[in-house]
């Protein structure tokens, strides 16, 4: 009996190894929110060379930009159910799928291209990277740093929480974003990504708020007239991939996967430190006006870090969660 059950588990493994090695090559969909020349579609071009050369050739992806393959939240549920291969979007689109995540979207938490570094990359971003495989399906492969949100506008020069008062804010779909502009006094409109740039030409909306690079991905100059350089989230937008598709390939590929996406990430943040500054100017030679927050932005960030963080520490995972975010960049815990 024992020699049989032998002959039968090294022929499963035997069978196992061919399927393996058959494993065809792979042309992986990679949906992007964003358009062409922005922060995603660099981090995008990044992995798919690095993904080329690590798997010899065998494996490519295609991105469709735009969000051609769904609004981003759309394509976390397409990813979970293994209908879609990859995705490309920014965090706040994954937080309603993994609570988690929150802790990078909370005010104020991230104030620079560095902290974000040092959070994605070390154990916290691999512990945020788990909790996505738990709760949505979907696994982080690469980060991509966009920079921060900036508050664009159709009507008037924002630097007071006062001049926000009678606009009407297009935010995504996040509650703690919703909270945030609650928090500042007005009511903002969720809208999904796919939407915005439409609802910002038909004047269902006054502004939005997205990094530069993004801004100018989108043309929203053609729609905007003013930018307000707030910093109270740091843009970043995993590469995400799902995870059936992930469990699929054979160990070896996988780790090809792994390394691509670490590869993309180093280059997603040399790409800002080379073009933000570059894309600003280029936004005020497109006709915007670009103003600083009166007082340094002191009474948006009261404002927004008294009331905001205490309402998501239990879907952060806990105050701790935050205070170990927070003495990793170095900062005081609360
Ligand atoms: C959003 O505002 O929904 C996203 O940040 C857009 C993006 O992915 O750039």
Not at 213 to 221: D, V
Not at 242 to 269: H, M, N, R, Y
Not at 276 to 304: H, R, S, T, W, Y
Request: proline share 4%; charged share 20%.
């Amino acid at each position: 009996f024992l020699k049989k059950v032998c002959t039968l588990t090294a022929a499963v493994s035997a069978a196992a190894m061919l399927t393996a090695g058959a494993v065809s090559a792979k042309n992986f969909k990679i949906a992007v929110g964003d358009g062409a020349g922005s922060s995603q579609e660099g981090t995008g071009k990044f992995f798919i060379e690095a993904l080329e050369e690590k798997s010899g050739g065998k494996h490519t992806a295609t991105m469709f930009l735009n969000g051609q393959l769904g609004s981003e939240q759309d394509t976390v549920n397409e990813a979970a159910i293994g209908t879609l291969d990859m995705s490309l979007l920014a965090i706040n689109n994954v937080t309603p799928f993994s609570p988690t995540v929150g802790v990078f979207t909370l005010p104020y938490v991230i104030l620079s291209l560095e902290d974000a570094e040092k959070l994605t990359q070390g154990p916290i971003g691999q512990e945020l990277t788990e909790n996505t495989i738990r709760d949505a399906g979907v696994r982080i492969l690469a980060w991509t740093y966009t920079g921060f949100r900036r508050l664009t506008n159709s009507k008037k020069p924002v630097t007071t929480v006062a001049d926000l008062q009678d606009l009407v804010i297009r935010v995504p779909k996040n509650e703690i974003m919703i909270a945030t502009y609650k928090a500042w006094g007005i009511n903002p409109t969720p809208m999904a990504w796919s939407e915005t740039f439409t609802g910002l030409q038909t004047k269902v909306v006054d502004g939005q708020d997205n990094p530069y690079t993004t801004i100018n991905s989108m043309k929203f100059y053609e729609v905007q007239e003013y930018v307000t350089n707030l910093r109270y989230i740091f843009s970043i937008e995993p590469l995400i991939v799902s995870e059936a598709v992930f469990q699929d390939l054979p160990e070896e590929d996988q780790q090809i996967l792994i390394e691509a996406g670490k590869e993309a990430t180093v280059k997603s943040a040399q790409y800002l430190r080379d073009i933000e500054a570059q894309i600003k100017d280029e936004l005020v030679a497109k006709g915007m006006q670009i103003d600083d927050p009166a007082n340094d932005e002191a009474e948006f960030i009261e404002l927004a870090t008294q009331a905001v963080w205490p309402m998501f520490y239990d879907s952060i995972g806990g105050v701790e969660k935050l205070n170990t975010v927070l003495t990793t960049i170095g900062r005081e815990p609360v």
